[in-house]
C-alpha cells in the first residue's frame, strides 16, 4: 500500500507562485512513476504532469507548459509541483498520483493522495 500527503495548497493571486509536495510512502519510492492532476469545480480530473521514477523522462499538460515544472527528490520520497504565473483557471484541487510499476505513458496510477486546493484569484 503507497500512501501520498500533499501540501502546498493555497490561495495565491494571478501571477503569483506556489509548490505543491507529495510526501509518499514506500521504501520504493525511487521506482515509482508519479504524477500532479487536478479537478476543478464541475469539471473532471485532468492530468497536469508526470516523471518517471528516473526522472528522465517529464510530461505536462499543454495548458501548463512553460509554466509549471515537476520535479522529484527520491532521498525524501517526495515529489514537488512549481507553479508559476498562476491563473484563475489554475483554481482546482490538485491530487498526486503514484505508478509503483514504474511505467511511463501508458501509466497506471494505482494510489491517490486526498488533494490539496489551490486558488488564485484575478
Known amino acids: 500500500q503507497v500512501q501520498l500527503v500533499e501540501s502546498g495548497g493555497g490561495l495565491v493571486q494571478a501571477g503569483g507562485s506556489l509548490r505543491l509536495s507529495c510526501a509518499a510512502s514506500g521504501r520504493t519510492f525511487s521506482s515509482y512513476s508519479m504524477g500532479w492532476f487536478r479537478q476543478a469545480p464541475g469539471k473532471e480530473r485532468e492530468f497536469v504532469a508526470g516523471?518517471?521514477?528516473?526522472?528522465?523522462?517529464?510530461r505536462y499538460a499543454d495548458s501548463v507548459k512553460g509554466r509549471f515544472t515537476i520535479s522529484r527528490d527520491n532521498a525524501k520520497n517526495t515529489v514537488y509541483l512549481q507553479m508559476n504565473s498562476l491563473k484563475p483557471e489554475d483554481t482546482a484541487v490538485y491530487y498526486c498520483?503514484?505508478?509503483?510499476?514504474?511505467?511511463?505513458?501508458?501509466?497506471?496510477?494505482?494510489?491517490w493522495g486526498q488533494g490539496t486546493q489551490v486558488t488564485v484569484s484575478s
Open positions: 498520483a503514484a505508478d509503483p510499476q514504474g511505467r511511463w505513458f501508458p501509466v497506471t496510477y494505482a494510489y
Open positions: 516523471i518517471h521514477w528516473s526522472a528522465g523522462n517529464k
